[in-house]
């Protein structure tokens, strides 16, 4: 049980994770829950109960597509997506430790790729 | 020189454990005045009152503080523990020690020292009591019941059988609420109507009971045991009093495409209707919307069949004014629209529907005579979803903060009742915790499950999907397995949370009643006077006052009715005398007072004044009617002249307090 | 009607076409876009971290320079730049804290507390032009084309910031496809994620979330899909074999409006 990091989580993500009441409808509603190993719910939890290294060091923070769905049907108000966003930049913040190198780019880029992509992903994936 | 006794409640540990009531009894023990100041672990058990009883007599006291819980506790008991003991109970003010001060601080120091402050304010106002005497008034031997659901009616017939009259106002055209439309009750599967229709019958044949179906209250002033109400009688276009319900108009009007309400609009109704056949008072109404003759002057064929000439076009709203002892609040509630969470598609889809729908595709009055059919094709469904909680336990934001505490048991009812009908159909139900603390519930969920087997589910459902082939793609978690799961369903029912009915608002600002923040009626003492609104003569029966099962909603409205009964039984009431009186000397006659009282308790008077120079004047002065007034204190603030004041909460006594808490 | 433009840095390269034919469109339809004097690229996300203040400031100056302009409303036609700049603006009101800071970070320039706005062009046509009058402007209708608006996440989500439709079922741009004489089709996944960003990390993921969405539309009868978002343009060819062809909402107006060829 980390509280420090707990409070940390948060603060910066504004979102209320004591407010959730585990109905999982956030990971109901998840369009990318097939590739987490860790769901929406779950992040929540894992936040809630200060579990910091699991969460921190799996891949399903990079999973999240932020596309907010999970955040405007939650009922009670919790933000799921504004918690993982928290984490992913507690991870990302730390040296070396981007997912996302500029060096990866061209090899993932085709030349249709709007910019837009290359800079969300930077933004979302790197420091 | 007055003679005072202040006397300090621990509460138990409630204010102890934050105030040092030790210290605060010796403090106040020191005001001036003040000849006899003590402290005791509970001042309302009878040995705290005997304590208060000996100090009055042996002091021969003039006034009493009691540093204790909020006076709207036990005011009242301390009250009588001084007159019994010879003290006026005008003459005993409470200091709230407890809602006021240990409740809400952490610190010891700074809560004892505004238990002090708060104590010296109370001195300070009892100085200047008066002996007052309370005055009666008679009591109206009569019952209004606002609204005609199984709340109103079991209330109704109740005080009926007591032998008082009772009226029940329902706006609808019939009695039975919701009850009606109801297929079979949990937990005991007995079918609504054969247990409603009865009482039903039973309100229109006691001749202490007069149902005025298809009204609505307008306007109710007066007070406890003296009310009047205003009551429109909507025009139904048949006279009641001639109509037999026989029917012949119902098959014979051609407008036959109005939505069914009683159905839900999932079948359709004529513009000359009966809400269903065992509707009481079995009068038709005609729906001035829909009918040719009223909209434009073209058809009639309703008059014309009808044997007992008890069609009236021409037949417009009446105002019954009426007097009552009592007012029974029975409102009910409605399910919230589900549209709003558009994740579920009710609005996309036919095939998604209420629990209150679901409950009318499987009654054998509903548009389907009962067989379960999808609304889109009419075609069996084969796989049934239901989803809990939408709209219940959510933020304000996104819907109702309670549980509606009637889910749960009603879904386990349609889940086991739709296996056992249709053994070939699978139904899934999607829970976040199944609620079922009642009499025979849990086992009544359990058998859902273990002998019905419906897949209860633990978990949420995200979206529903509709697809190209009429069906539902039912995206869900299961948080048992951790897994999303995709169901192709036929058929989604949702549990829509229930909301008290929005003619509730209304009503309560009529009847100066409050009400939650969810528009709930507001119990005058949530475990102990669990029936009666805080507004004196007012009473709660049904969902108006909370979420409620109909088991929870009868025993409520009979014990509502013994309420009503227990004060209707009374001949005289005793008053408030802390009421407001006007200086007619100060008044200038400006009507202020009168334009902001909310029970209409002031009047003018033209009154001759003899004047100091000895000639005769006619001035125009304020009067109170001190039966009406209800002591709220609003005419005194609107008073510009200072002549409108307050017995037992003069200017003077409240100014004494605020200048005690500011020395 | 002149409105400060912000086209983002999409529009200036792979999406030229959603540039051209909405100024182009526009034009005709009386609105002046006044291009926002050296706008830089708004980040494309909006990080909801509340420590996350630097990567705004771009967004904000575009806001403040828009405000002299106009109504003082800074129009986007790209999704994306939509949806941060008006959760930017959001914040001003929300949040003292990121007021201040912002301020202090724009320390020799002039000060910007919220006091501009948001809009998309789509809500010009719905609010200002008026779909009614819309519909009078076309000269070259969409009539029987059925065609599945796919509004994705960034016009929607997070509502109660952006308030641009119902999240779930949303009408602007079914309003407009019926104004240009064409169907609009319904389907589920109009307001579920194409994959967005995840294409450069995992773009398997991107094409299964692309495939989802197209298949919805398919099912449902749909022509062609268009949207205003280049990233959802680009998953949606790309990223999966479905051959429905995906447009921008302006190239499809820009067609019934007579402008360009055919």
């Known amino acids: 049980m980390n509280n420090d990091w707990k409070d940390r989580i948060v603060r910066m993500s504004g979102a209320a994770v004591q407010k959730c009441m585990r109905c999982g409808k956030c990971s109901a509603t998840c369009p990318n829950y097939g590739e987490m190993e860790y769901h929406p719910h779950q992040f929540v939890y894992m936040v809630e109960r200060g579990d910091t290294e699991r969460l921190m060091a799996s891949p399903s923070i990079f999973e999240c597509l932020t596309c907010f769905a999970c955040v405007e049907r939650c009922p009670r108000g919790v933000e799921p997506a504004k918690v993982i966003e928290a984490v992913r930049l507690e991870v990302i913040r730390q040296k070396g430790a981007n997912h996302l190198k500029p060096d990866d780019l061209p090899a993932a880029a085709d030349e249709d790729l709007p910019g837009q992509a290359l800079v969300t992903a930077l933004r979302k994936f790197a420091k | ?663 | ?262």
């Open chain 3, 1 to 262: 009607m002149k409105f400060a433009y912000y086209p983002g840095c999409t529009l200036k390269n792979r999406a030229k076409a959603l540039d051209r034919t909405a100024r182009e469109t526009a034009a005709l339809l009386g609105i002046e876009f006044e291009e926002i004097p050296e706008w830089q690229c708004c980040g494309g996300a909006y990080t909801s971290a509340k420590d996350e203040i630097a990567t705004k400031l771009a967004s904000v100056r575009a806001l403040a320079a828009g405000r002299q302009i106009g109504d003082g409303r800074v129009v986007t036609v790209c999704s994306a730049c939509y949806n941060v700049l008006k959760q930017t603006n959001h914040e001003f009101a929300v949040n003292p804290d990121f007021d201040f800071k912002v301020n202090n970070y724009l320390k020799g320039e002039p000060e910007y507390h919220g006091e501009g706005g948001v809009v998309h062009y789509l809500e010009l046509l719905r609010d200002e032009v008026g779909f009614d009058e819309l519909k009078k402007r076309v000269t070259r209708p969409l009539t029987g084309k059925k065609i599945a608006a796919y509004y994705g996440c960034l016009l929607l989500r997070p509502s109660s910031v952006l308030a641009f439709d119902d999240p779930e079922n949303p009408a602007v741009m079914e309003d407009f496809i019926r104004a240009l004489g064409a169907e609009p089709v319904l389907y589920s996944m109009r307001n579920e994620c194409c994959g967005g960003y995840l294409t450069l990390t995992d773009r398997e993921t991107a094409k299964r979330r692309s495939a989802a969405v197209k298949e919805s539309a398919r099912e449902m009868g749909a022509d062609y899909m268009i949207t205003a978002c280049p990233l959802c343009l680009y998953n949606l060819t790309k990223n999966t074999d479905e051959p429905i062809p995906v447009r921008y909402f302006t190239e499809v107006l820009a067609d019934a409006l007579g402008l360009g060829g055919e």
């Open chain 2, 1 to 663: 020189m007055q003679k005072l006794g202040v006397f300090v409640c621990h509460c138990g540990t409630n204010i102890a454990a934050t105030v040092d009531v030790k210290a605060v009894a010796e403090a106040l023990g020191r005001e001036p005045s003040v000849v006899v100041s003590t402290d005791y672990p509970y001042m309302c058990s009878e040995s705290g009152q005997n304590l208060i009883k000996d100090a009055i007599r042996e002091h021969s006291l003039d006034g009493v503080v009691i540093c204790s819980c909020s006076p709207r506790m036990h005011e009242n008991t301390f009250r009588k523990a001084a007159a019994q003991a010879g003290l006026n109970p005008y003459m005993v003010e409470i200091a709230n020690i407890r809602e006021q001060c240990s409740w809400i601080h952490k610190d010891r120091e700074e809560a004892t020292e505004k238990a002090i402050v708060l104590g010296r304010a109370a001195i300070a106002k009892v100085l200047l009591n008066t002996p007052l005497t309370a005055g009666e008034s008679p009591v109206t031997k009569r019952a209004l019941v606002i609204g005609g659901g199984i709340a109103g009616i079991q209330t109704a017939l109740d005080i009926a059988e007591a032998g008082f009259p009772v009226d029940i106002v329902e706006k609808e055209p019939t009695i039975g609420g919701k009850m009606a439309q109801l297929d079979k009750t949990f937990p005991t599967l007995d079918c609504a109507a054969c247990i409603l229709t009865p009482k039903m019958v039973d309100c229109a044949q006691n001749e202490n009971i007069r149902i005025l179906s298809f009204s609505e209250v307008e306007e109710v002033t007066g007070f406890v045991g003296n009310f009047t109400a205003k009551i429109r009688r909507k025009a139904r276009y048949v006279d009641e009093t001639k109509c037999t319900g026989c029917g012949l108009c119902t098959e014979k009007c051609p407008v036959k495409k109005v939505p069914n309400e009683f159905n839900l609009g999932m079948d359709n109704r004529r513009a000359v209707y009966i809400p269903f056949a065992q509707a009481v008072p079995k009068v038709a109404r005609i729906d001035p919307d829909w009918c040719n003759m009223l909209k434009n002057g073209k058809c009639g064929l309703c008059s014309k069949v009808c044997t007992v000439g008890a069609i009236d076009y021409k037949q417009t709203d009446t105002v019954l004014e009426e007097h009552y002892g009592a007012i029974v609040a029975a409102t009910g509630y409605e399910p919230i629209k589900v549209d709003r969470y558009g994740e579920y598609a009710y609005a996309q889809s036919k095939d998604v529907i209420t629990s209150l729908e679901f409950e009318r595709l499987t009654n054998a009055a509903g548009p389907t005579s009962g067989t379960l059919l999808r609304p889109s094709d009419g075609r069996h469904p084969h796989t049934i979803v239901f989803i809990q909680c939408v709209g219940s336990r959510c933020t304000p934001e996104m819907g109702k903060t309670y549980c509606s505490k009637i889910c749960c048991m009603y879904t386990a009812k349609h889940a086991m009742l739709t296996r056992e009908k249709y053994p070939d159909t699978d139904v899934y139900v999607f829970y976040i915790d199944v609620r079922t603390p009642g009499k025979n519930f849990d086992e009544f969920y359990r058998r859902a499950a273990e002998e019905y087997g419906v897949h209860y589910i633990k978990g949420a459902v995200g979206k529903v999907m509709p697809r190209a082939d009429g069906t539902l793609d039912v995206q869900a978690s299961d948080l048992i397995m951790n897994e999303q799961l995709h169901i192709n369903a036929d058929l989604v029912v949702l549990a829509a949370a229930i909301e008290p009915s929005k003619t509730a608002r209304r009503l309560a600002t009529m009847l100066t009643a409050s009400m939650d923040t969810n528009d709930f009626f507001t119990e005058a003492h949530p475990k102990l006077r669990p029936v009666e609104s805080p507004t004196a003569g007012i009473f709660l029966s049904g969902v108006c006052q909370g979420p409620k099962d109909i088991p929870e909603t009868v025993s409520q409205a009979s014990a509502c009715a013994a309420k009503v009964i227990g004060l209707l039984s009374k001949n005289k009431l005793t008053g408030n005398p802390c009421v407001a009186h006007s200086d007619e000397w100060m008044c200038n006659g400006c009507s202020n007072c009168a334009s902001v009282c909310p029970y209409g308790a002031i009047t003018y008077l033209d009154k001759d004044f003899r004047m100091p120079d000895r000639s005769t004047k006619t001035r125009r002065v304020a009067s109170v009617n001190p039966a009406v007034c209800q002591g709220c204190g609003a005419c005194t603030v609107a008073c510009p002249s200072g002549a409108m004041d307050l017995y037992g909460f003069s200017n003077s006594q409240i100014m004494a307090e605020v200048d005690a808490i500011c020395k």
